[in-house]
């Protein structure tokens, strides 16, 4: 009984982080250079 009541646990603990990782806010550590202005050479046909 207790081997199932730690599985649920487990698996309700798996499903929560998830659901917080995907639906809380922004980690990303993107440095705040602004829009950078497209150097590349232009495509012509």
């Not at 698996?11 to 550590?29: K, L, M, Q, S």
Request: without cysteine.
């Amino acid at each position: 009984m207790r081997a199932i009541s730690n599985l649920i646990a487990s698996v309700t603990r798996y499903i929560t982080e998830a659901a917080v990782r995907i639906f809380g806010p922004n980690d990303d550590a993107y440095p705040n250079i602004g829009v950078q202005p497209y150097t590349g050479d232009v495509y012509s046909e």
